[in-house]
């Protein structure tokens, strides 16, 4: 017993000695910061919006290192209690004892554990980092606009219409990896120097299993000399800008605007449907700010009918992160909606860095929203000028699209201009994963302005697939506003190409295909190539990635048809509806309902062909991720089922 209490004692001594050093050096470390002169030790909290008023003012900037002090604390109080007992005795004798306290060796080993633990946070970030970067990828790109189709699968997956808009090709393409083929021995030998971008070509003569016609395709691979592990994004002057309308409040799986037209709003299930937008949204701004280093700066506004400031533009390293996480996390909603202002405060705050060196910084603004404007001038050419004069200026944009009823029409046009694109968030986990892997290519646009120009009596190009300005591109001209870094290796890259449908207007004769383009400082490159056209039955196919992009397209299209069919049947239907708008809100153009899935006959059949065709492709093709596209069939003929 006597030894016992010894023991208990001395652990309570040494413990009370333990925390009077350890509470010594918390106080003195930030002082030894404060004298150092190569940086300002503090960490600001400048957040303006609603800031609340903090009793205890005079603790609220202190150094980040203040957040060592509990679990440093306890690390060391455990070291300290392990120094200071041994085992004695031998055999099965072995008792516990505690030893005699040695003041000195305990400062020494306190001390030299807290300079190990000072360094070993940023040693294992740069050794994962290395490590990380050891591997020898190549990096591809991808073009700008849409970065996925979440939205269209989201629509289809609780039973609702979605737009023509939420199916891109683009952004259908970036949920793929593709063969985007190897470039030519006499095209490498003629380089001098590593290419920031080269096209590469690929061939396909397919039969169309709806329509049994044979079709010609060629595909623009989006390759770079420039390997992934040299590849850096730039230091970025980042603005978020935050929709906290009130139509941001709803569940990320209801459609608002139903409460005004008398339909019933979807009850909240599951993990992500307990979360209104707004809270997704923040949740995905925190974890955006986990991406960014201590030299980027970050500022953010807010708006609803109006905009506000909530925290000034300013150096990451010098910002209480935190703190700035938890005032975002406590924001709510507010009024109606005006994207105008938004877009236009988010912009001034960009003004002072207007003339930044382009080659080092990158000027973003990435705003979410669920992109219903009814505030102001919410015309599409009114935010499309906003969006124009924004690129113009250097301040390129990122639209975040949250919940369902996000309106990728009016966000499909916006992202269409020079280093503009989207994405769509229905949860946050699959969003902080995403940001995790590739929110340096999303950030980073590297070439611009490209255009394809096609020279031949023999061929035209009859369609364009892959590119936002597809509907900008002519019979003999392809283009391409943005291209972003893309992930890539063994000659697969993400989204990396750019599908042609080609109409053959002779037997013979091969193409010339010339390429300019601007990098990020407007310097103009210039490529040209002989393509040799194969003479081949069908189905031939050059690679897996023309056969892949095929497979997608033809997919796209039929699911693009039926949604325009459903629409305009509801069209005509709609005149015999209940017009009367008394004590009922008139929606805009952008504020839209939801519509429930249809399916005819005619396309539950086609669907079916379909859905034969993506599994006897995914035979050759391999690729899991096509289970994505087999649901949505398979969803499709079940609700035509379901509704007869």
Same mark, same amino acid.
């Given at each position: 017993?006597?030894?016992?209490?010894?023991?208990?004692?001395?652990?309570?001594? #040494?413990?009370?000695?333990?925390?009077?050093?350890?509470?010594?050096? $918390?106080?003195?470390?930030?002082?030894?910061?404060?004298?150092?002169?190569?940086?300002?030790?503090?960490?600001?909290?400048?957040?303006?919006?609603?800031?609340?008023?903090?009793?205890?003012?005079?603790?609220?900037?202190?150094?980040?290192?203040?957040? +060592?002090?509990?679990?440093?604390?306890?690390?060391?109080?455990?070291?300290?209690?392990?120094?200071?007992?041994?085992?004695?005795?031998?055999?099965?004798? !072995?008792?516990?004892?505690?030893?005699?306290?040695?003041?000195?060796?305990?400062?020494?080993?306190?001390?030299?554990?807290?300079?190990?633990?000072?360094?070993?946070?940023?040693?294992?970030?740069?050794?994962?980092?290395?490590?990380?970067?050891?591997?020898?990828?190549?990096?591809?790109?991808?073009?700008?606009?849409?970065?996925?189709?979440?939205?269209?699968?989201?629509?289809?997956?609780?039973?609702?219409?979605?737009?023509?808009?939420?199916?891109?090709?683009?952004?259908?393409?970036?949920?793929?990896?593709?063969?985007? %083929?190897?470039?030519?021995?006499?095209?490498?030998?003629?380089?001098?120097?590593?290419?920031?971008?080269?096209?590469?070509?690929?061939?396909? !003569?397919?039969?169309?299993?709806?329509?049994?016609?044979?079709?010609?395709?060629?595909?623009?691979?989006?390759?770079?000399?420039?390997?992934?592990?040299?590849?850096?994004?730039?230091?970025?002057?980042?603005?978020?800008?935050?929709?906290?309308?009130?139509?941001?409040?709803?569940?990320?799986?209801?459609?608002?605007?139903?409460?005004?037209?008398?339909?019933?709003?979807?009850?909240? =299930?599951?993990?992500?449907?307990?979360?209104?937008?707004?809270?997704?949204?923040?949740?995905?701004?925190?974890?955006?700010?986990?991406? #960014?280093?201590?030299?980027?700066?970050? *500022?953010?506004?807010?708006?609803?009918? &109006?905009?506000? #400031?909530?925290?000034?533009?300013?150096?990451?390293?010098?910002?209480?992160?935190?703190?700035?996480?938890?005032?975002?996390?406590?924001?709510?909603?507010?009024?109606?909606?005006?994207?105008?202002?938004?877009?236009?405060?988010?912009?001034?705050?960009?003004?002072?860095?207007?003339?930044?060196?382009?080659?080092?910084?990158?000027?973003?603004?990435?705003?979410?929203?669920?992109?219903?404007?009814?505030?102001?001038?919410?015309?599409?050419?009114?935010?499309?000028? $906003?969006?124009?004069?924004?690129?113009?200026?250097?301040?390129?944009?990122?639209?975040?699209?949250?919940?369902?009823?996000?309106?990728?029409?009016?966000?499909?046009?916006?992202?269409?201009?020079? *280093?503009?694109?989207?994405?769509?968030?229905?949860?946050?986990?699959?969003?902080?994963?995403?940001?995790?892997?590739?929110? &340096?290519?999303?950030?980073?646009?590297?070439?611009?302005?490209?255009?394809?120009?096609?020279?031949?009596?023999?061929?035209?190009? &009859?369609?364009?697939?892959?590119?936002?300005?597809?509907?900008?591109?002519?019979?003999?001209?392809?283009?391409?506003?943005?291209?972003?870094?893309?992930?890539? &290796?063994?000659?697969?890259?993400? *989204?990396?190409?750019? +599908?042609?449908?080609?109409?053959?207007?002779?037997?013979?004769?091969?193409?010339?295909?010339?390429?300019?383009? =601007?990098?990020?400082?407007?310097?103009? /490159?210039?490529?040209?190539?002989?393509?040799?056209?194969?003479?081949? /039955?069908?189905?031939?196919?050059?690679?897996?990635? !023309?056969?892949?992009?095929?497979?997608?397209?033809?997919?796209?299209?039929?699911?693009?048809?039926?949604?325009?069919?459903?629409?305009? $049947?509801?069209?005509?239907?709609?005149?015999?509806?209940?017009?009367?708008?008394?004590?009922?809100?008139?929606?805009?153009?952008?504020?839209?309902?939801?519509?429930?899935?249809?399916?005819?006959?005619?396309?539950?059949?086609?669907?079916? $062909?379909?859905?034969?065709?993506?599994?006897?492709?995914?035979?050759?093709?391999?690729?899991? %991720?096509?289970?994505?596209?087999?649901?949505?069939?398979?969803?499709?003929?079940?609700?035509?089922?379901?509704?007869?």
């Amino acid at each position: 017993m006597k030894t016992a209490r010894k023991v208990i004692l001395s652990v309570i001594l #040494l413990s009370i000695l333990n925390i009077g050093i350890l509470e010594g050096l $918390i106080w003195i470390y930030p002082l030894s910061q404060i004298s150092s002169a190569s940086e300002t030790p503090f960490k600001i909290d400048d957040w303006v919006y609603k800031t609340p008023i903090y009793p205890d003012t005079q603790f609220k900037n202190l150094p980040e290192s203040e957040s +060592l002090s509990y679990p440093f604390l306890g690390f060391l109080l455990f070291l300290g209690f392990l120094l200071n007992l041994e085992f004695t005795g031998k055999g099965k004798e !072995i008792r516990l004892r505690a030893r005699r306290h040695r003041v000195t060796e305990l400062l020494v080993v306190i001390v030299v554990v807290s300079i190990l633990y000072s360094i070993s946070g940023p040693m294992i970030c740069s050794i994962t980092d290395q490590g990380r970067r050891s591997a020898e990828m190549s990096m591809a790109y991808s073009v700008g606009g849409a970065k996925d189709i979440n939205n269209f699968r989201e629509n289809i997956r609780n039973g609702y219409l979605p737009r023509v808009s939420d199916i891109t090709f683009e952004g259908l393409f970036y949920d793929y990896f593709f063969d985007i %083929g190897n470039q030519s021995s006499a095209a490498a030998a003629s380089s001098t120097s590593p290419r920031l971008f080269y096209p590469t070509y690929s061939w396909a !003569i397919s039969k169309n299993p709806l329509s049994n016609e044979t079709e010609h395709f060629l595909s623009v691979g989006l390759n770079s000399d420039i390997k992934s592990s040299e590849f850096k994004r730039k230091k970025l002057n980042l603005v978020v800008v935050l929709d906290i309308s009130a139509s941001m409040d709803t569940s990320l799986q209801s459609y608002y605007y139903d409460q005004f037209v008398g339909k019933s709003i979807k009850s909240k =299930e599951a993990v992500d449907r307990n979360l209104s937008k707004l809270k997704v949204a923040c949740m995905s701004i925190v974890s955006i700010l986990d991406q #960014l280093s201590p030299d980027d700066h970050f *500022g953010m506004v807010l708006f609803d009918q &109006e905009a506000y #400031l909530a925290k000034p533009l300013s150096q990451v390293g010098g910002t209480n992160l935190p703190l700035i996480k938890k005032h975002i996390l406590e924001i709510e909603t507010g009024g109606s909606t005006n994207m105008e202002d938004g877009l236009n405060t988010g912009a001034k705050l960009l003004a002072e860095y207007a003339d930044v060196n382009k080659s080092e910084y990158e000027n973003r603004i990435i705003f979410l929203t669920d992109a219903m404007p009814n505030t102001d001038d919410d015309s599409e050419s009114g935010l499309l000028k $906003i969006t124009k004069e924004n690129s113009l200026r250097g301040n390129h944009i990122t639209f975040i699209g949250i919940g369902v009823d996000f309106n990728s029409e009016l966000i499909e046009a916006l992202t269409k201009i020079r *280093g503009a694109n989207y994405y769509s968030v229905h949860s946050n986990t699959e969003f902080k994963n995403r940001l995790d892997n590739e929110f &340096e290519y999303m950030v980073t646009p590297m070439v611009f302005d490209l255009t394809l120009k096609l020279e031949s009596n023999s061929w035209k190009i &009859e369609k364009v697939y892959g590119s936002p300005e597809a509907s900008q591109s002519t019979g003999e001209i392809m283009k391409v506003n943005t291209l972003f870094p893309a992930p890539a &290796e063994n000659g697969e890259a993400r *989204g990396g190409l750019v +599908l042609l449908k080609m109409k053959k207007l002779a037997d013979a004769g091969d193409l010339c295909l010339s390429v300019s383009y =601007e990098d990020r400082n407007g310097k103009k /490159e210039f490529q040209e190539a002989e393509i040799e056209a194969p003479q081949q /039955e069908p189905d031939f196919y050059q690679n897996t990635g !023309i056969r892949k992009g095929i497979m997608l397209t033809r997919y796209a299209e039929i699911l693009h048809n039926w949604i325009n069919g459903v629409k305009e $049947i509801g069209t005509i239907a709609s005149s015999s509806k209940d017009d009367w708008m008394y004590a009922r809100q008139a929606l805009n153009n952008w504020e839209q309902t939801s519509i429930s899935l249809k399916v005819s006959n005619e396309l539950n059949q086609k669907f079916g $062909i379909m859905k034969n065709y993506l599994e006897s492709e995914n035979l050759i093709l391999k690729d899991t %991720g096509l289970k994505r596209e087999l649901d949505v069939l398979n969803h499709l003929t079940n609700q035509h089922r379901s509704s007869r």
